[in-house]
């Protein structure tokens, strides 16, 4: 095997082994990091685009739209980044990256707005509040969930319920990590499973629109980013984005052989054609013998 083959073969399988990452997914990630430099090089107070009670007792309302995008620490950053990519690519494959934005901004404002009337109703002391993409994650495991015909899923081997599977994540995500709460976590998940089933349609940007806005100049520059997949709105160009055509080269697939005519024909056989390919009537029984072979009996 030469050592470009081979070089070719180990890529092959890191491309398989990694999740595929697509426009959508690449744009809300490079947000948050950006979010995250400006915080960090700016020294902002913690906390600043973090939703809570105190988003409605201030009047803040600006952190509904940011506080996806907000982190306080690297950790928290990388592991948000790494949740939000593998629950949230299957939506976008199935809607469009357009699509899948403006989804993105309605699931995180409905649980940031949602959240902070319960954070204000129980609060009794101080306020929790909380921050990052997994909430914008969960909601959108729960409104894929909600869309499936599957009956269950895996999870490390374990099967589960399908309408299980974000409850399950809440709890793992609720429990690793830091700076999630469960409650918003719980609200999160809230939200996917109502928009799921069709409470929020009215906001839903839909395939003609989402086409129109794919041909306008932010998205346009995401086309042209050819180390990630851009995902389509139309569903026949989202198919042959998502599963190209094989057209493989002559003589690289197996193929049947057939015997020629002339090593079958028999005599009597009438000689058929049937577009074009001549055919032969004649089966083996017909030209077997009806003489049965006689065996003589031992003699004693």
Known sequence: MARRDYLQMISQIFRGMTPSITSGILTVSVLSVTVFGIQTSLELTPGVFSVGSGVLRSGHLHRLLLFSLYHRSSTQLLLSITTFVFLSRSLEKGLGTVRFLF??????????????????????????????????????????????NMSKGFLCGVSFSTMALPWVFVIATSALIPGAVLPCNITAALVGGIHGKGWFSYLDLTEARAGVLEKTMPFRLLRKVTVVTFVPASTEERRKTLLPQVNPTPGSYPVQAYAPLSSVNTAGAKDMT????????????????????????PSV
Not at 275 to 297: F, K, L, Y
């Open 274 to 297: 049937y577009e074009g390919w001549v055919t032969s009537s004649a089966t083996p029984a017909a030209n077997c013998s009806e003489q049965t072979p006689t065996v003589a009996a």
């Open 103 to 148: 989804l993105f901004l309605v699931l995180s404002t409905c649980t940031g707005l949602l959240y902070s009337v319960l954070d204000l109703l129980l609060a009794e002391g101080d306020a929790h509040h909380t921050e990052g993409l997994v909430p914008a994650a969960l909601a959108c495991v729960a409104l894929t969930t909600m869309h499936s």
